[in-house]
């Protein structure tokens, strides 16, 4: 009787499913590593750059996003509901806040 591995083909030193499924498991924690790295950083970018702000200027950021984000999501509702043309919101950036300037007898 002939095996299946008889057939003129080299057999695998890897076992099937089992290989597979490390494999994956492995990219997928590295996928996850990875992504975990970029968090970190982009939060901690995040949090310096809020505390080198004032407060007015983070509230004013803050609004600004906001509405940016209800301006998607119109628009994302306007192209659900079938509509052949969407209006894009015109968003104009706030004027910045003024800094207050630390007196000498501070």
């Known amino acids: 009787m002939r095996r299946a591995h008889d057939s003129g083909r080299i057999p695998s030193t890897r076992e099937g499913p089992a290989y597979t499924d490390r494999v994956s498991r492995l990219f997928w924690i590295g996928v996850g590593a990875a992504g ?25 950021k803050v609004a600004r996003t906001a509405t940016n984000v209800a301006a998607s999501a ?9 509509e052949q043309t969407a209006e894009v919101v015109d968003i104009r950036r706030a004027p910045a806040a003024r800094r207050e300037q630390a007196s000498p007898g501070n």
């Open 36 to 60: 975990g790295i970029v968090a970190y950083r982009k939060t901690t970018q995040t949090v310096q750059d809020v505390r080198q702000r004032s407060f007015r200027e983070n509230l004013s």
């Open 74 to 82: 119109r628009y994302l509702a306007a192209l659900s509901a079938d």
